[in-house]
């Protein structure tokens, strides 16, 4: 094979679903490998919300918006097929950012050797973005205590899923906030979680008052949309609020409002935003914390893996959609 | 004379502007003074927003709401004018949790002896409630640093303008939101604030941007209202909103919402509710680190005084309509 195929995102999504209209699938040439450098052939990528930042050109994004006509921005896991680095050898697994592409040429830069006996699934799924977005969330923003009560919505997604159980092991009670009757069933009875609720075919209000019966310390927002209306309801003095991703809201022209603030004052509540790129130089605290728990088997994880870098165009609507049973990841 | 006025409260707010219609006003016979026990002569005493909270019957409140049938609470400050305590003797002043009422019973609990040479006015605008919340807000939750920008509505009120002058201070950047030209005058050429604006007047989201050309690091929220949305949308990553107080909202059946949470996110906010229920414990280090602004002259005020006990009932709508100028104290 002397070509490979990458996708180049070419347009700025305008809200709506995401297709093909914003991504050019090109061949090119497989790259001469340089003194110091490497091939990496990609087996694995991962689908994030925070791509929709990255497609978008806010200028009040935290990391610069991918170029338009450059390789769409993704993390990913593959194997080093050729090398003229000292570092990195043949048959190396190596993981990093790697963009929607089926080779990549490296330095080194960004790239990390993968050395657990774990699948690439699981790599991605738990020691990628979302187990780091987790542990940093739950543990530095929220600040959990044993007995208190934790509201995840996105409860079963990737982030979600992780801090629901992390929260679990720390002795908390845990209510995750999902939209399928299938979701709620795999975060009770698979993952341990206290309760479910499904926003879309139950009382949000109700549920929530008969599930936390002792109030919500935690909200830990993954999706935005009206969740956040019912759940600062139900806060109890000195809550945290960890806000980590709208999902429901991104796409809408106008997003939806927040609630009033004087409960915050009331209740004497502090809501904090965070996103990865300010912690990238903890992500070796950060791994510490949580692959003990990963190790005693307290975090169990669920991918839905799509075949094929172009399905990656069409896999982002699952997003919005809710569709996605467990981390998205591209199979290449 | 043996007897003496209390004005009790006999009602809840249900909205609207505050009258006779929620306070009953009574002669009470002078106590007699027991062993460990002594009278105070009130002289002054303060009007806060914080009493809308302490009138309303919502159970999230902080502290709990005024019985019915009794004295209306408030802090004040006066003279010992007959005393069994061992502590406390004829001609002390104190100052502390008095009510809406010319003579106290204590027994020293939550009173405190005044020894500064300050007036009645000065003591009950700065170092009462006003100068306590102010630091308390501004240090421990705003947490400034010299060169940030600081904006906080409610400017010209009792905390606002102790934070915009501590912020000044410490060598913070300080634009003062406020509802008239007087107040926006005084904040600037007396109190040495870097800017104004009349949220009434004047186009608030082009005079934002154009008084912070570096943008928001701190958000000191007094009043609620429509600011905080023009607010958030200059805030700086990493920016801190101290949320104090709500007074525009707190007379709505229906409080407006707030901004969207992805600016949260995006921008890595922090926003923080306090009240001072939960720090009197600290009111010693809280003295200590206003104290020395005060002696140094750096801390102005602005006294609005009432004249009668009564004159309190509907004074408190002023914090509405914003008419009062300087600190609202009602003179006994």
């Given at each position: ?16 679903p995401i ?7 090109v ?54 097929v ?34 657990v ?12 973005l ?34 629901g159980?992390?929260a ?32 879309k ?102 991918s ?29």
């Amino acid at each position: 094979m002397t070509t490979y195929t990458a996708i180049n995102l070419i347009a700025r999504p305008q809200g709506g679903p995401i297709g093909p209209a914003l991504f050019d699938v090109v061949q090119k040439k497989l790259p001469i490998v340089g003194q110091g450098e490497f091939l990496v052939k990609q087996s694995h990528m991962s689908l994030d919300p925070a791509m929709f930042g990255w497609m978008s050109p806010d200028p009040d994004s935290y990391i610069p918006p991918v170029e338009l006509g450059t390789v769409m921005r993704s993390s990913g896991i593959g194997e080093v097929v050729e090398s003229n680095h000292p570092d990195f050898y043949v048959g190396d697994r190596v993981m990093g950012m790697m963009g929607w592409q089926q080779y990549i040429l490296s330095n080194g830069a960004g790239l990390n050797k993968v050395t657990v006996p774990l699948t690439d699934e699981t790599i991605l799924s738990i020691f990628a973005l979302p187990g780091l977005t987790a542990t940093q969330g739950l543990f530095n923003v929220g600040k959990p205590k044993k007995g208190e009560t934790l509201v995840v919505s996105g409860a079963a997604g990737s982030v979600g899923s992780i801090v629901g159980q992390l929260a679990k092991a720390e002795g908390l009670r845990v209510i995750g906030i999902v939209g399928t009757a299938d979701k709620a069933d795999w975060i009770v009875n698979e993952l341990g979680f206290d309760g479910a609720i499904n926003y879309k075919s139950e009382n949000l209000a109700e549920q929530l008052a008969q599930l936390t019966p002792e109030g919500i310390d935690i909200y830990f927002e993954n999706t935005g949309g009206s969740i956040q209306h019912h759940v600062v309801n139900r806060m109890n003095a000195h809550g945290r609020i960890v806000v980590c991703g709208m999902i429901a809201d991104y796409p809408k022209a106008q997003p939806d409002l927040a609630p009033s603030w004087i409960p915050i004052i009331k209740k004497r509540l502090t809501i904090q935003g965070f996103t990865m790129p300010d912690h990238f130089g903890d992500i070796p605290q950060l791994l510490e914390k949580l692959t003990p728990y990963v190790m005693q088997g307290k975090i169990k994880h669920r991918s839905h893996t799509l075949e094929g870098l172009e399905s990656a165009i069409t896999g982002l609507n699952f997003f919005f959609t809710g569709q996605n049973k467990g981390k998205l990841i591209v199979k290449l």
